[in-house]
C-alpha cells in the first residue's frame, strides 16, 4: 500500500519558504544561527511553524541542526561544493540530452533565461538561473531522475550564492546558457548534453579550485 505524504499546513510552508529564499539569496549566509524566537517573532507567527520548517530544510541540506549550536544556515566548503557538483555532473547533462532527444518543450527555459538577462537584482537573477537549469532537466521523462535532482537543486544554489559573492560570474554564465539553450532548440541532444557538462564543471572548478599538490607530491 503506497503511503500518502503528509501536506505541509500552510503556516510552516509560509515560513519554509521565506527562510529558504533569504539563505539562496544571501540574505541569510553560511554559518549565520536561526533563532526560533526571532524567526517567530519576524514572521507573526509562533515557534511551533518555524521549528517545523528548519526540519525540513535541515532534511534538504540548507540547514544544520546541532544539539550545542542549536540551527545554523550550512556552511559551504569545497568538500561539500564538490560532492553536490559531482551529483548534478553525473546526472543533469543526461537528463537534458533526454528532454531534447525526446522533443520536449523548453519555453520555460527560454522565460527563465529571459529573467535572468532582465534582472535588476542578484537575488532576482539567481533565483532565475535555478528556473533555468531546472526547466532543462524536468521534461526528461523520468520523474524520479527529476526528483534526485530537485533534491540537490536547493544545496547547489547555496553553493552558487557563496561563490558569486566572492567572485561574481554572472556574464559568463549567460553566455554558457545562451548556448546550451541554442544546442537544445537545434535539437542538438548530445551538444547541449556536452555544453551543460562543461558549464557545470567549469564553475565548480573556478569557484573551488583543487589544491596544488605540496612539494614532494606527485
Known sequence: MTSVPTPIPSRTQYVLDAIKHRILTGRLT?????VEA?????????????????KTLAG??????SQYKGVTVRMVDADMAREVYDVRLLLEPEALRRAVARGASLDAARDALTR?????DT??????????????????????????LDEV??????????AWSADPSWEREAEEHREILRLALDGDADGAASALHAHIASFVRRAFPEPLPEEGQK
Open 30 to 34: 553560511p554559518g549565520q544561527p536561526l
Open 123 to 148: 537575488a532576482e537573477r539567481s533565483l532565475a538561473n535555478r528556473d533555468f537549469h531546472r526547466a532543462l532537466y524536468l521534461p526528461c521523462g523520468n520523474p524520479l531522475l527529476g526528483r534526485m
Open 116 to 120: 535572468a538577462d532582465t534582472a535588476t
Open 153 to 162: 537543486r536547493d544545496q547547489a544554489a547555496l553553493v552558487s550564492a557563496v
Open 38 to 54: 526571532e524567526l517567530a517573532a519576524q514572521f507573526g507567527v509562533s515557534k511551533t511553524p518555524v521549528r517545523e520548517a528548519l
Open 60 to 65: 534538504t541540506g540548507l540547514v544544520v541542526m
